[in-house]
Antibody
Framework: QVQLVESGGGVVQPGRSLRLSCAAS????????MHWVRQAPGKGLEWVAF????????YYADSLRDRFTISRDNSKNTLYLQMNSLRAEDTAVYYC????????????WGQGTTVTVSS | EIVMTQSPATLSVSPGERATLSCRAS??????LAWYQQKPGQAPRLLIY???TRATGIPARFSGSGSGTEFTLTISSLQSEDFAVYYC????????FGGGTKVEIK
């Protein structure tokens, strides 16, 4: 079955970096764009970034483009999110999600990985 | 940025009753509107896209309507598993989510 499994979350000090991973299975990963979406504790959903099926196009939320980098390795069926200069407000559950043909729609979501930025 | 506003923030409904959730866009998004359901501790699940098309496996009691700036998600007869938070999302220009409506048991 179609599955996305995030990993790499944890507790990190402000100013440090963290890389999240999302392992995909059950579908042709290299044929679909992918998203990262986050959710702060008790808050709503916030879109973070998108990468096209081949990695040639990348889009970011304006407030995050200077610190976050999305990438993918289609040979490993894995999506990544590099997060630098982390702040307390980056504390959230981070979800990866598979895009549909309409690239800004997401039809499959992982269970999320929790990032806590705290000293 | 297109701002999505959902109302009410919380909706108290008895099982078996109809629930009507609203979503308003700050500018027209045509029919490029989706609805997601999120239960506690779970990832969001796509319910509706194109304002009114049910995603794969979504029961017929869920229906969406609207276009332009005003949208509605209707759950015709609430089941116990439908109590959750619902988010709208526009994808006409980039993508933005609404703040969510929590549907709770009355």
């Amino acid at each position: 079955q179609v599955q996305l499994v995030e990993s790499g979350g944890g507790v990190v000090q402000p100013g440090r970096s963290l890389r999240l991973s999302c392992a995909a299975s059950g579908f042709s990963f290299s044929s679909y764009g992918m998203h990262w979406v986050r959710q702060a504790p008790g808050k709503g959903l916030e879109w973070v970034a998108f990468i096209s099926y081949d990695g040639s196009d990348k889009y970011y939320a304006d407030s995050l483009r200077d610190r976050f980098t999305i990438s993918r390795d289609n040979s490993k069926n894995t999506l990544y999110l590099q997060m630098n200069s982390l702040r307390a407000e980056d504390t959230a559950v981070y979800y990866c999600a598979k895009a549909m043909i309409m690239i800004f729609l997401m039809d499959v979501w992982g269970q999320g990985t929790t990032v806590t930025v705290s000293s | 940025e297109i701002v999505m506003t959902q109302s009410p923030a919380t909706l108290s409904v008895s099982p078996g009753e109809r629930a009507t959730l609203s979503c308003r866009a700050s500018q027209s998004v045509s029919s490029n509107l989706a609805w997601y359901q999120q239960k506690p501790g779970q990832a969001p699940r796509l319910l509706i896209y194109g304002a009114s098309t049910r995603a794969t496996g979504i029961p017929a009691r869920f229906s969406g309507s609207g276009s332009g700036t005003e949208f509605t998600l209707t759950i015709s007869s609430l089941q116990s598993e439908d109590f959750a938070v619902y988010y709208c999302q526009q994808y006409n220009k980039w993508l933005t989510f609404g703040g969510g409506t929590k549907v709770e048991i009355k």
